[in-house]
């Protein structure tokens, strides 16, 4: 079986501002990992993913993410965020290598950022 | 290009009721889902599709039932409507069962049972 931990609900920062919004994951087999953004009313986007390779991975609008394996955690990352990044962010992992969830995305339970002017 | 789409957008369904959520791909994706978001809860699987013909529970599948005749649809039946079952409902198709590509999401059913 597979989860994932996302550890903070709610972030509100201030525009320009860094931000970091965690992620944790348990797995007993090989994950791929995603984050996903959500806009008001709208359906999920793919923000970035990990399959393998080099630990940082960048994504769309300045996002970006690394994979730590020893921590099992994927956290995401933006060095200064715009109004436009209000939204809410899911962290996701995918088994790669059998097992009883394999080939199904298992969701963390989602962080609502807020970025204030 | 039109991904995945969902009907309806919005409907309020009476205790007891039933009703079909539709879920439509254009891109030949075998693999397709269903999953329910609740707030601070995350996305939970409901059913899932490996391809025509072949469906499978996921997580929460107790009051739903699914069928995939087509490749293309992949509707999901409420039979006995609950207030549980508010929620907002989304479809995704995938290329690959590996999963390396990602899921492509619809905008979502949401969903009130009064």
């Known amino acids: 079986a597979q989860s994932v931990t996302q550890l903070d609900s709610q972030v509100p920062v201030f525009e320009e501002a860094p931000v970091e919004l965690r992620c944790n994951y348990s797995?007993?087999?090989?994950?791929?990992l995603f984050w996903y953004v959500q806009y008001p009313n709208q359906g999920l986007q793919l923000l970035l993913k990990y399959l393998s390779g080099s630990t940082l991975v960048k994504g769309i609008n300045g996002f970006e993410a690394e994979f730590n394996k020893s921590q099992t955690s994927f956290h995401l990352r933006k060095p200064s965020v715009h109004i436009s990044d209000t939204a809410e962010y899911f962290c996701a992992v995918i088994s790669n290598a059998g097992g009883t969830s394999y080939g199904k995305l298992t969701f963390g339970q989602g962080t609502i950022l807020t970025v204030h002017p | 290009n039109a991904g995945v789409t969902q009907t309806p957008k919005f409907r309020i369904l009476k205790i007891g009721q039933s009703m079909t959520l539709q879920c439509t791909q254009d891109m030949n994706h075998n693999y397709m889902y269903w999953y329910r978001q609740d707030p601070g809860m995350g996305l939970k699987l409901i059913y899932y599709s490996v391809g025509a013909g072949i469906t499978d529970k996921g997580e929460v599948p107790n009051g739903y039932n699914v069928s995939r005749s087509t490749t293309e649809d992949f509707p999901l039946r409420l039979e006995l409507a609950a207030p549980s079952q508010t929620s907002v409902y989304f479809c995704?198709?995938?290329?690959?069962?590996?999963?390396?590509?990602?899921?492509?999401f619809g905008s979502g059913t949401r969903l009130t049972v009064v």
């Open positions: 797995s007993s087999v090989s994950v791929y």
């Open positions: 995704a198709s995938s290329y690959s069962i590996q999963g390396g590509y990602g899921y492509t």
